[in-house]
């Protein structure tokens, strides 16, 4: 299937690894132009490199923390000087695990600047343009959280849950403009993230990392923790012109982890 991405081009937040680089990657491999963000600029421009040396498309490169307005307005100002997007997906690695009963206000409001204000600048920032050429694809990857909280992750559960709802509301607003508001929810995808989160969980309980993804793996219907092209895959399709008439939804990529249907 030609997924109509060729000659467009896309920016990737969080991509120098993880689930960032799996979707920037699926879109490459479709053609599309990237410029791709995150905070390690050694890593991104690896990441840059080897994504070139692949997929033949050009990619460019910004480094800075994305939780600061004027990093996301150098952000801005740099894609719109240099042709524009097409698609934006917005990625944001999580902060480190809290219990709801003693998260600090000191860990939200950081949380709150991290996860939703860099999402939500970004977002409104690229939208103008969009809207005036008609046509745009906004894909968040967030996590099953939104629908079904995880322990211990107080503050990543409460601020993508605002994500996911602002993402809710713009899609209406946007739809008659050719743009399409779309979040994807990984579930347990094996990256370095779930290893931390993992092994953090070992700690408190005494078990051994090894143990502990064992157990996440037997706890998913399909026995196995998910790959992150998987989820790049679902990104690159969002991202495509077959996909006009998907906007507003939240799509679980979790091997049947999540109990709801929303």
């Known amino acids: 299937m030609d ?6 081009r896309a920016l990737v937040c969080g991509a120098s690894k993880g689930l960032g680089f799996a ?12 410029v791709i963000c995150a905070r390690n600029e050694a890593a991104l421009a690896d990441a840059a ?11 460019e490169t910004f480094a ?11 952000l801005l100002n740099f894609v719109h000087s240099s042709g524009g997007i097409d698609v934006l997906v917005n990625n944001v690695g999580g902060p480190a695990p809290t219990a709801a009963a003693t998260t600090s206000t000191q860990d939200f409001q950081k949380g709150f600047e991290q996860l939703f204000l860099s ?31 995880i322990e211990h992750l107080a503050v990543s559960s409460s601020m993508r849950a605002a994500v ?14 050719g743009i399409t508001v779309n979040n994807v929810l990984p579930g347990i995808i094996h990256t370095a993230r779930i290893e931390d989160l993992r092994r953090a969980k070992a700690a408190r309980s005494g078990t051994t990392l090894e ?18 092209e998987e989820l790049g895959s679902v990104v690159a399709f969002l991202a495509s012109t077959q996909a006009s008439y998907v906007t507003g939804t939240n799509i679980g ?9 929303t």
Do not use: C, H, Y
């Open 3 to 8: 997924l109509g991405l060729k000659g467009k």
């Open 23 to 34: 979707s920037a990657r699926a879109l490459a491999q479709e053609g599309t132009n990237l």
């Open 49 to 59: 490199q080897n994504l070139r040396q692949e997929t033949g498309v050009k990619v």
């Open 64 to 74: 800075g923390d994305l939780s600061q307005a004027s990093v996301v307005q150098s």
């Open 119 to 149: 999402v939500t600048n970004l977002t409104q920032g690229v939208l103008p343009a969009m809207r005036q050429k008609k046509f745009g694809r906004i894909i968040t990857i967030t996590s099953i959280s939104v629908v079904e909280p």
């Open 164 to 177: 996911s709802g602002f993402m809710k509301t713009l899609s209406a607003e946007v739809a008659a403009d």
């Open 211 to 228: 143990e502990e993804m064992n157990f996440s793996a037997n706890s998913i219907p399909s026995k196995r923790l998910g790959r992150p």
């Open 253 to 261: 990529i979790d091997g049947g982890l999540r109990r709801s249907w």
